[in-house]
């Protein structure tokens, strides 16, 4: 699944919110691999959720990836977004390679933004993040707390995907073939625990 030949498939539409920047989406049971060729791309697909969003307070999102296998950078990149009814408002998490990470939550005009590190170690993380009635979001990776500090409110990206939906995006920076494989990917209302055991009905 590409730009060429968007889907969609398992119900996943290939996305192209920031432009024709190549790669693309490999399916084998169990798997959905985001793949790349070139250092430039920046492969990314969007899946409608089952039910509309009204609102993303009261909700956990999680989801279960590989690195790609090279030497990170600051370019490298990995991102999971959802978004409510209207592209309103969302949830996104962006890991980058540098070990840094930004966790946007709220309306997309001017969305709550916090900082935080984490560990890239080419292995794979299971990502837990969960925003609650206030709107303030946890952070779990690998089963571990990550402390988030507020950066204001910044316009996010997330103006640019599908309302109603999950989004993953992913970019290696590197100039030969390489992939992220995505395992899972959870939406649920509540706030629920990281050690909460989630299983596709």
């Known amino acids: 699944m590409n730009g060429g030949s968007p889907g969609p498939i398992c119900g996943w539409t290939y996305n192209e919110a920031f432009g024709p920047l190549g790669g693309g989406i490999s399916f084998t049971p169990g798997i959905m691999s985001l793949d790349t060729t070139l250092a430039t791309d920046y492969p990314g697909a969007a899946k409608p959720l089952g039910a509309s969003l009204p609102d993303i307070l009261g909700m956990t999102v999680r989801y279960s990836f590989t690195e790609f296998q090279g030497v990170p950078t600051l370019l490298t990149t990995y ?24 966790v946007q939550v709220g309306p997309v005009a001017a969305a709550p933004t916090y900082n935080g590190t984490w560990t890239p170690n080419g292995g794979s993380h299971d990502v837990h993040v969960t925003v609650d009635a206030l709107g303030v979001p946890t952070l779990f990776i690998d089963g571990l707390a990550i402390p988030l500090t507020f950066a204001g409110n ?11 939906s999950v989004i993953l995006f992913a970019g ?6 390489a992939s992220s494989p995505v395992t899972s990917v959870f939406v649920s209302s509540g706030v629920l625990s990281e050690t909460m055991v989630f299983c596709c009905p």
């Open 79 to 102: 991102q999971i977004a959802v978004n409510n009814v209207g592209s309103a408002k969302t949830v996104f998490v962006s890991l980058f390679g540098d070990g840094s990470l930004v």
């Open 154 to 164: 910044i316009f996010s990206f997330a103006s640019l995907f599908p309302a109603d």
């Open 172 to 177: 290696s920076d590197l100039a030969v073939p």
